[in-house]
């Protein structure tokens, strides 16, 4: 299925597009954790763990692969289609973007991505732009601003608890 937006990629570079609403949130993680973090956001395990429904044809985040990201509780449980358009694997950065299908509440990319930095520090960052796409989006207004900024925090406060639970060095 086609994409419902434009801008493919954009989150990758943080180049975000003009007119879209935007989000941005970055977090240190604890010293030592790049590959549990990484690991992580790879292979849906953040979004499992704060308990968002991850439906993927793959185990793993890599260009092309489909995912439905589903919030909610039964009846009103929200699917959002998706399919990752960029990942990144290597010894500095791990993560990947995805952008919007047909059926998502919203229209845009969101990106989850760990990266160390020279001094060896670790962080995590979420970068999106979206515009609302369905009525759901459109009547939440405001508040529907501030559930994306919401899950943003809240999913960069699942992933320290992983890197927690993991140990490791500096932790």
Do not use: K, N
Request: charged fraction near 20%; aromatic fraction near 8%.
């Amino acid at each position: 299925m086609p994409l419902t937006y434009p801008h493919v990629g954009a989150t990758r570079t943080g180049d975000l597009p003009a007119g879209w609403r935007h989000v941005r949130h970055r977090v240190r993680l604890p010293d030592g954790c790049f590959a549990v973090a990484g690991t992580a956001v790879l292979t849906w395990r953040l979004h499992r763990a704060a308990g968002v429904r991850i439906t993927a044809d793959a185990p793993r985040a890599a260009p092309g692969v489909a995912v439905t990201s589903g919030l909610g509780i039964g009846p009103l449980r929200l699917a959002a289609p998706c399919e990752v358009v960029w990942a990144a694997d290597d010894d500095r950065r791990a993560g990947f973007g995805y952008g919007t299908l047909p059926g998502h509440p919203a229209a845009g990319e969101e990106a989850f991505v760990v990266e160390r930095d020279d001094a060896g520090r670790v962080w995590f960052e979420i970068r999106a732009f979206s515009r609302p796409e369905r009525w759901i989006m459109r009547a939440a207004g405001p508040a529907g601003r501030a559930f994306q900024h919401g899950y943003a925090r809240w999913l960069a406060a699942t992933l320290r608890r992983l890197c927690r639970r993991a140990g490791g060095p500096g932790q």
